[in-house]
C-alpha cells in the first residue's frame, strides 16, 4: 500500500508512569519519529494515552520474527534476497506446488521500488481441529447448558457431545472429536512488513483455538443440520415463512465458525498489541482469510485484500474491500460520537467539492455519518477544516494518512501535524461471508476462489481476472497439480505487465495501461478440493519433505 | 405495539435550571408517571439530562394536535368515536377512494382493546414542490459551486439551473422549477398516539422543505441522467468496470432525494423534541414512508412497518424490520462504547439461553457488538444481569421496555426499575431502498406496493399479503378507482380475522390461527400510477371538494 511519507509511527523507548494525554502540553516529549517512506527505523517517545498505562516496557531493538517470505515457498535465504529485485520483478512460485494445501496456487511479485521489502504476506494452513486442544479446554466436558434458543426441535439441543454415556452414544462413536480444515490467509502490510509477517505466523493458531473451543457443539450441530437437511421442504407455503424466520434465530454450525473467526481476529491483533511492548512491530496491515471447513467457504475481510468466486456461471466478489470511502459512515460516525477523536483539526462531514475559503457562505453537498444521500448546507469557517476521509484521485485516506481502516496493528499510529491518534477508527473485526459448496451446482475442476491483494485489484477488474485464470486452467492437463500455481503466475504477471523498456522503470499492461507497481500476491484455490479435499495430500506429505532435505 | 404496563414516561412540568444527571442522588425529584397502560396522563419530574438545559418550560396539559384519525378518510367526530370500537373492530376505508393520491387504497381497523385509541396514524399527500419555498430558498440561487466528485463529464457539472442567461437558458425552459411528488406514510404509535398524530399531520412538510431546498440541482441531475441513459452501453467490458466504480462515487438525483428524506426525518424528530417542551406529547411512533417523485419510488423506514412490492414476479420487501433484534449489533455496539448508558443493570452481550444463579462458571455460547457468529465464555456473576435485548417468545424488547429500536419521539422515556434514558439507543434515521420504475418490466394495473404496520405482517407472510391483494384485484374492473381501497380493505378484514364467538373476544384467522389483536393498518399503492401519475387527479379534485362540502 503506497502510505509512504505520510505515515508516521512513533514508538516509546523509554517509560513514562503517566503518559501525557496531550501531545501539545508537552512537544519535546515526542522524540524522533519513524518514517517508513524508507523503513528506517529511528525511535522516539510516544504520546498515546492508552498505551501500556504504569508499566515499563523497554522496546527490544529486534522482531521476534525477522522478514521472511511465506514458509510455503520453502525459500533460502539467498533466494528471499534475489526475490526482492525491484528492477526484475520476478513472479515467484511454491518450490512445491502438489504440497499446497488442497493444491492452491499462489503466486507473488514485489513493488516496482516503492518498499525495500515485500509488504505482502502469506501463510496457507491444514489445521488439525481436537477437542482438547492446551489447557483452555479444560472443564469444557462440563459445558452441559448449550443451547438454541429456539428450543422446540430436541434433536438440536441434545448435545451427544455432552452425554458420551448415554443412549446417544452409538451415534457419538461416529464423528470422532478431531476435523479438517484449511486455512488461506493473505496480508497487505503498511509501514513496514512487520505485522504482516507476524501474523502470517502466528493467526491461524488462534483460529485453531477458537475452533477447538467449541468444536464439539460445532460437530454435533453440523451433523444434525446434515440430517434435517430437506426436512423443511415438505411444508405448507404459510408454516414455511413462520419456519425461515425461527431457522434465522436458531445457532447453526456455521455461526460457531463465524464467531471463532471474528473473535481469533480481535485476538491477534490483541496479541500485536502486546507483543509491541516487547519487539519492534511498526505499522500494520490488511488481511483476509479463507477457511474451508464442514463443507463451506469462510471469507474473512478486514482490508482490502479480495476474493473472487470464478465457476461456469461468472465471477462473485465474496467479499468487499473495507476502506476509507466504504466504511465512511462507521468512520464518521465514530467521530461524531467522540468529537476529541478529530480535535478542531478535521471536518467530519463529506463535500462534494474541495472547499476553499473562497466557498464561505456558499452552498454545498455534503453528507454526514446517518446519509446514504446528499444534503445541501451553507459553507462555514469549520467546514474549511480538512475532511475525516479525504478527497483523492485514487485512494481516499482516514484522517489524511492511511488507506485502509481495518487490519491490525497501527496501534501507535499518530497523524503527521496533529497527533491524532488513529487506531481508534481502525478496526480488526472481519466481515465474513459463507459460501455453502454443498449446495453449489457440480463443482468442476476450472471452479476458483481468486484472493489477491489490492496490487492485483487495482489493474484488474473481477471479470479479468476470471478470464485469465479460466484460460490458464483450460490449457492445462486437470492431472497436473501445479496447474493452479500455474494460474496464479499468469494473474500475477499480467497485473504486474512488462517494463516499457530496460532502463525506464515503467511498468506497462499488455493493453498499454499502467501496470501496478504494488506487491501483488494471489491465491487460486480450487473449489473441488474444497468441496471434496484429496485424499492423497496427508500421504505424500512425509516423502516431499524427505526429497526436500 | 404492545408495550403498555412496561413503558415509562416521565414528562417535567416545572424547571431546574441544572438538572440532575443521575436519578439515584434525587429521587424524591422524581415524581408522578405516565403509565400508558391505560393512556391516563399523570406528569413529573424527569431527570432527563439533556432536557432543556437552563431553560424554563412550562408543559401545557393539551396536545397541538388533538387525537383523529388520517384526513383523507374525511371522518367526522362522530364518526371518528365510531371507528374505535374494540368489540365490532370495523375495518375503515376512505369515504371517497376516487381522490387518494395516485387512486392509493387505505384500510384500518383498530387493535382488540389493549388501548382505548387506535396509535397508529396515516398520511396521504400530493406534494407540489417549487424552488423558492419560503425564507430558507433566498440566495439559493447564488450556489454555482455545487459540483459532482467525479468531475469528467462537463455536462452533468454545468448546471444550468445556475446560469440562466448562457446558453443554456434554452433547455432551461423545458424545466419548469416545479415538480410532483406523492407521499405515503405509515405511524405505529405506542405509549400514546400523540407523537403518531403530529408527526402525521407534520412530516411531509418536512420532506417538502428538504426536496425543495435541492430541487434546481435535483431535477438537472434527473435530467442528464435521462439524456445519459443507455450512454455507457457501448462500451467495452474493461472500461466497463472502471466506469462503474465513478458512476458509483458520481452525485445522482436520487442521492439528493435519498438526503432530503434522511435529513427530513430527523428534522421531524428534533420538532417533537422542541414540541415537547411546550405540548404534551408522550410515547413514540415507528415510521415509514414512501415517497413517489420522477419515476423512483423510495421506501424509508424507521421501525417496523413494513413495505412489499407485490408483481407478477412475485413478492419482494422493499424495506427490512429495523427492531431491537435485527439492530442488536448497533445497539450493542453502543452500549459498549458508553457502557455509562446500561450501568451496571444490564449485561451487553447476547447469550443462547437465559443464564440463572445455577449457570454461574459453566460455559454459555454468547456474541458482542462486533459478532454475526457466536462463541463460548464462562459466565460471571455479571452475565446474570438482564441482557441488553431480552428475549422473549414475540418480539425482543431493548432495555426490556421497548419493542422497537427506531422512529420518533420517545425522549423521555425512562426504563422502569433503573430509570434509565432510552432515548439514546433509539434512532430516527430511517433505511432507504430506491426502486426504479423505468427499469422494470411493463407494469400492469395488479402491481402494488402494500405498505402495513406490524399488525398485518404479525399474521399475514408477505407472500399470503400478495395472494390476497392479487384475488382481489383479479376479480374487481380496472376502470373501477376503489379497488385499491378494496384490496387493502381485504388485508386489514384477514389480519384482523372474525370473533370466535360475540362474547368471547376471541379473534381468528379464518385459517383458524390467532389473528392480529393490533391497530392494523394497510395502504395498497398502483406502481402503475406511480409510473405514470394518472393525469385528470388534479382536475377532478375541485368538483370533489364541492361535492363534498
Known sequence: MDIAARVMSVVRRTSTSEPSTSSDSNPQKVGKVMDVSDGAFIGGFIPYHSFVKNKVAAIVEKQRYPYTRPEFLYFS?????????????????????????????YAEVINAGKTIQNEDQASAKMLVLTQHQGAEMNGF????????RSSNSAEIDDDPMLTPGGDESEKSTIFSLRADAALFSLFDGHAGSAVAVVASKCLHEHVKSRLCEVLDTLLHLDRQENLNFGKHRSESSYSMSKMNEEDEARIRSEHLVKGALETAFLDMDEQISQDKQVWRLPGGCAVISILVFLGKLYVANAGDCRAVM?????????????????????????????????????????????LTKKDLKSRVLYRDWFMDGWAVKTVKECDLRPPLISESSRKRRLLNTIGVSRGFGDHHLLTVDERLSIKPFLSAVPDITVTHL????????????????????????????????RSTLGSTDSADSSRYTQAAQDLVAAARGQQASPNLKRWVLNSGGHASYDDITVFVIPLKYCAAPPADLEEEEDDEMLDLE
Open 77 to 105: 535465504e539467498e533466494e528471499i534476497t534475489l526475490s526482492s529485485d525491484h528492477t526484475i520483478r520476478p513472479v515467484l512460485c511454491p518450490r512445491l506446488p502438489h504440497r499446497m494445501p488442497l493444491y492452491a496456487g
Open 141 to 148: 466436558s462440563e459445558e452441559k447448558k448449550i443451547e438454541s
Open 310 to 354: 470464478v465457476t461456469s456461471d461468472g465471477t462473485k466478489a465474496l467479499s468487499k474491500d473495507l476502506t476509507p470511502a466504504s466504511e465512511r459512515k462507521r468512520l464518521q460516525e465514530l467521530a461524531y460520537r467522540n468529537p476529541e477523536l478529530i480535535g478542531n483539526s478535521f471536518s467530519r462531514l463529506e463535500y462534494s467539492k474541495k
Open 438 to 469: 454443498r449446495d453449489m451446482n457440480v463443482l468442476t475442476d476450472k471452479d476458483v476462489v481468486i484472493v489477491a491483494s489490492d496490487g492485483l485489484w487495482d489493474v484488474l477488474s473481477n471479470e479479468d481476472a476470471g478470464l485469465i485464470v
